[in-house]
């Protein structure tokens, strides 16, 4: 690692730190009745305060730091989203209401919208008045995206499209109002064996007639994600992002960034190991005397600390100009690892209580360790299966034969 940071980035640290500072005390106290229970509510059961704190960020200008100044952002570098997420690691910021309207789906529209698209849908995502979902996977289309079969066919007079398929695993489709969806616009792609052509980008009002969302029951008991049926569903023409065919390139472009903004995640997981150790000495101190479980947690702060080092030298060779590669994906492999870990550990280190959940009486922590035990299984699918990972690093970085 060679890198200092500038001026610019401290004074952007310093502001935000401020900020956090000011703002962050009272509004915890204010949702205190919910705090220390957001971890075992999931985050389905928290959106009224995610809407609420993503409106105190936008105020200061901190709810979408990525996007243009002229848009509410602050144009941040990648050096400033690098500070951005340590420092609300650090501060244990809550959540936000549209995270994927704004790491994902708002950054597509400012690249590809028209300027009446822009002012149509971007003031919505900020302000968290409604809120997006992105729908991508289908369920013969998941790490091969491409392979999505979800049609969308334009009418004769080119006024709108008719919309027939099954997204499905869509985050928080059940309470939103619009959603990017990927559709198949020329469904002979696929048997002409170009199938990532003939894809479009709509923006879809989840109200129109013919959408059926549905929510899937999880092994964690909530529903986080859904089903969402299009029968015969018209969309207006001017709901399109970007050219007809254009879709994998209109949506991948935000999806593309380097991911070097998992650098929270080391200060996050270093806080809930430390979390978990302080639990454990109150609750079950004999297990932190056995051998076993001690190398387990020496392990899991060593494994925290080198993926730490790896994201900051992806860092460095990113503000070099160059690609964060192998970095990235090694750190996305070692970030499912470790949730993973240390997930198994709470449970065996925090004895038979551990396990009990929310609502049952004795339940640690309103049964939030027993709760990410199951959740966790997400972090080796989400953003990337690890198998599909351990393919690119196999094949790319480590150019072993097929
Ligand atoms: C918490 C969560 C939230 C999500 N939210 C959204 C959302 O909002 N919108 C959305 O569109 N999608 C969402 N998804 C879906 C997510 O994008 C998919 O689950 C992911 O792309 C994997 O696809 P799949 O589930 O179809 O699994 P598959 O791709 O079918 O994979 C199944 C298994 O096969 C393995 N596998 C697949 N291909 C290969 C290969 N080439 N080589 C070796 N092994 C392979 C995988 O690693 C995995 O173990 C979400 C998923 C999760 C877990």
């Not at 409604?130 to 998941?142: D, L, M, R, V």
């Not at 593309?256 to 150790?277: T, Y």
Request: glycine residues 8%; proline residues 5%.
């Amino acid at each position: 690692m060679d890198f200092a940071w500038s001026p610019e980035d401290l004074a952007f640290k310093e502001e935000l730190e401020a900020f956090l500072e000011k703002e962050m005390p009272p509004f915890i106290e204010r949702w205190s009745e919910n705090e220390d229970l957001d971890a075992s509510r999931g985050v389905m059961g928290v959106m009224d305060k995610r809407k609420a704190w993503q409106n105190k960020l936008n105020e200061g200008r901190w709810a979408a730091i990525l996007w243009p100044e002229e848009w509410g952002g602050r144009a941040a570098t990648t050096a400033q989203q690098v500070v951005y997420t340590q420092v609300m690691a650090k501060y244990r910021s809550p959540g936000i209401f549209n995270a994927n309207g704004i790491v994902q789906i708002g950054p597509s529209i400012i690249t590809w919208g028209t300027d009446e698209q822009k002012a149509r849908w971007l003031p919505p995502i900020l302000d968290a008045s409604e809120h997006w979902c992105q729908g991508f996977s289908e369920p013969q289309a998941g790490s091969d995206l491409a392979n999505l079969r979800t049609t969308a066919i334009k009418a004769n007079d080119g006024s709108h499209y008719v919309v027939n398929g099954q997204k499905t695993w869509i985050s928080s489709a059940q309470i939103a109002k619009w959603g990017l969806f990927l559709m198949r616009t020329d469904p002979t792609a696929i048997e002409r064996g170009v199938k990532h052509e003939g894809i479009t980008t709509f923006i879809v009002d989840m109200e129109l007639p013919g959408i059926e969302v549905r929510p899937i029951r999880e092994i964690t008991g909530d529903s986080l994600f859904c089903e969402v049926f299009f029968t015969d569903v018209r969309i207006p023409d001017s709901d399109r992002l970007g050219d007809e065919g254009n879709g994998w390139l209109v949506s991948m472009g935000a999806l593309g960034q380097e991911r070097v903004g998992s650098a929270g995640q080391a200060i996050s997981m270093a806080q809930d190991l430390r979390a978990l150790l302080q639990t454990a000495r109150a609750e079950n101190p004999d297990a932190l005397r056995d051998p076993a479980i001690r190398e387990r947690v020496a392990k899991l702060h060593i494994q925290i600390e080198a993926t730490r080092l790896l994201i900051m030298r992806a860092l460095s060779k990113v503000l070099k100009g160059e690609k964060g590669w192998p970095e990235v994906p090694l750190a996305k492999l070692q970030w499912g690892y470790i949730s993973l870990w240390l997930a198994e550990l709470a449970l065996d280190v925090l004895g038979p209580t551990g396990a009990l959940l929310k609502g049952a009486p004795g339940a640690i922590d309103g049964g939030m360790w027993a709760r990410n035990y199951v959740w966790q299984r997400y972090t080796t699918i989400g953003a990337g299966p690890t198998e599909v990972q351990k393919n690119i690093i196999a094949d790319r970085a480590l150019k072993l034969e097929r």
